[in-house]
């Protein structure tokens, strides 16, 4: 089986701009979480989307949104980047919707906002 | 709310030396607890969890970690180091709707030969 795939690895914008990272989930996993990691910190909940729908989301602004895809591949959307936004951001699915369930991610999207 | 402290962001032990990360927690509801590890340009991986049942829990690569619900804590410990043991470890709790986990900042591991 396949694991957690992110694309693309690695990009470079500017302020004010936009950008979509992807993310195809395991085989199998319906649920899909998206994480923000800065530099030198743990990761932070974004948002979690199950079945297509979003089913929770942490304390982000409304710029951040997401979609899940028939087939439970992932988008997350960052418009008018900040440059606070530079992280390397981290998708992980799972089986199930609860967090109780082990979280499989990805290699992660490394964002540079200049 | 929940919340995780992780005590000492930086860790350095000797290849065969006791490992011990520490984790404190707090949470307004019977806490599932943990650790993932995040090796240098990968993505973090399950090394064990805590959901309620035994409060020694067992995970990969000869890592284990104690529930204590007195000292609300989760110490990851491993008996002796290996120098592939080197990475960044990561204590996690889950969030009160149970539908995302909270890290703590993460601990960095050395081990030297």
């Known amino acids: 089986e396949t694991g957690v795939t992110q694309s693309p690895t690695h990009l470079i914008k500017t302020r004010g701009q936009q950008v979509t990272l992807r993310c195809s989930s395991q085989?199998?996993?319906?649920?899909v979480s998206w994480y923000q990691q800065a530099l030198g910190q743990g990761p932070q909940f974004i948002f979690q989307?199950?079945?297509?729908?979003?089913?929770g989301r942490g304390n982000f602004p409304p710029r951040f949104s997401g979609l899940q895809f028939p087939n439970y591949s992932s988008e997350l959307n960052v418009n008018a980047l900040e440059l606070d936004d530079s992280a390397l951001y981290l998708c992980?699915?799972?089986?199930?919707?609860?967090?109780?369930?082990?979280?499989?991610f990805g290699e992660g999207s490394r964002l540079t906002v200049l | 709310a929940q919340s995780v402290t992780q005590l000492g962001s930086h860790v350095s032990v000797s290849e065969g030396a006791l490992v011990l990360l520490r984790c404190n927690y707090s949470?307004?509801?019977?806490?599932?607890l943990f650790w993932y590890v995040q090796y240098p340009n990968q993505g973090l991986q399950l090394l064990l969890k805590?959901?309620?049942?035994?409060?020694l829990v067992k995970g990969i690569n000869g890592f284990e970690a104690e529930f204590k619900k007195s000292e609300t804590s989760f110490h990851l410990t491993k008996p002796s180091a290996h120098m592939s043991d080197a990475a960044e470890y990561f204590c996690?709790?889950?969030?009160?709707?149970?539908?995302?986990?909270?890290f703590g900042k993460g601990t960095t591991l050395s081990v030297s030969s």
């Open positions: 992980a699915s799972s089986l199930t919707d609860r967090a109780t369930g082990e979280l499989f």
């Open positions: 085989s199998g996993h319906n649920t």
């Open positions: 989307y199950y079945r297509e729908e979003e089913n």
């Open positions: 949470s307004s509801v019977p806490p599932y």
């Open positions: 805590y959901t309620s049942a035994a409060t």
């Open positions: 996690a709790v889950s969030n009160q709707a149970g539908t995302a986990l909270i």
